[in-house]
Antibody, heavy 120, light 108 residues
């Protein structure tokens, strides 16, 4: 069955870098676009970044452009989110999600989420 | 960016009720609209894609309709397990993807 497992979260100081990972299994990873969606405590869903199935295109939320890098390693079935200079307002649960439909994105599978707390 | 406005923000209904949630887009998104259900402490789950297509495994009491700028999610007969927050998501103008602010559904 399809599984997405995030890791790399925790407490990070403002201004430090953080890299989240999402390990995928149960499907042909190289055939799907992947995305990151976050949810601040008690708030709604916010899409932050996506990457094309072949890695040829990356997409970012305008509010975070310049501070994020999404990448993928198909040999490891893993998608990454590098966050530079995190701020307190980046505190959220970060989900990775598979883009399951064309046209999309439509997020048909999600990880369990990983909490990132930006605090000194 | 396209703004998505859901209404109501919260809703209380009885078991067996017909429930409708609306989602309005600030621009025409044709049928590029998905609906998600999120239960407390859990990841969202897709219910409807392409405005009106039921995702596999989702109970048939859920349905979606609409196109252009106005969309609805309907639960034909509310069940206790439907208690959750519901989000619409547009992809008609990608990037970015944008979500509605959510509708919290409670049992009366």
């Amino acid at each position: 069955q399809v599984q997405l497992v995030e890791s790399g979260g925790g407490v990070v100081q403002p201004g430090r870098s953080l890299r989240l990972s999402c390990a995928a299994s149960g499907f042909r990873f190289s055939s799907y676009g992947m995305n990151w969606v976050r949810q601040a405590p008690g708030k709604g869903l916010e899409w932050v970044a996506g990457i094309h199935y072949d890695g040829s295109k990356e997409y970012y939320a305008e509010s975070m452009k310049g501070r994020l890098t999404i990448s993928r390693d198909d040999s490891k079935n893993t998608v990454y989110l590098q966050m530079n200079s995190p701020r307190a307002e980046d505190t959220a649960v970060y989900y990775c999600a598979r883009d399951g439909r064309n046209p999309g994105p439509m997020f048909d599978y999600w990880g369990q989420g990983i909490l990132v707390t930006v605090s000194s | 960016d396209i703004q998505m406005t859901q209404s109501p923000s919260s809703l209380s209904a009885s078991v067996g009720d017909r429930v409708t949630i609306t989602c309005q887009a600030s621009q025409d998104i044709r049928k590029y609209l998905n609906w998600y259900q999120q239960k407390p402490g859990k990841a969202p789950k897709v219910l409807i894609y392409g405005a009106s297509n039921l995702e596999a495994g989702v109970p048939s009491r859920f349905s979606g309709s609409g196109s252009g700028t106005y969309f609805t999610l309907t639960i034909s007969s509310l069940q206790p397990e439907d208690i959750a927050t519901y989000y619409c998501q547009q992809y008609g103008d990608f990037p970015p993807v944008t979500f509605g602010q959510g509708t919290r559904l409670e049992i009366k």
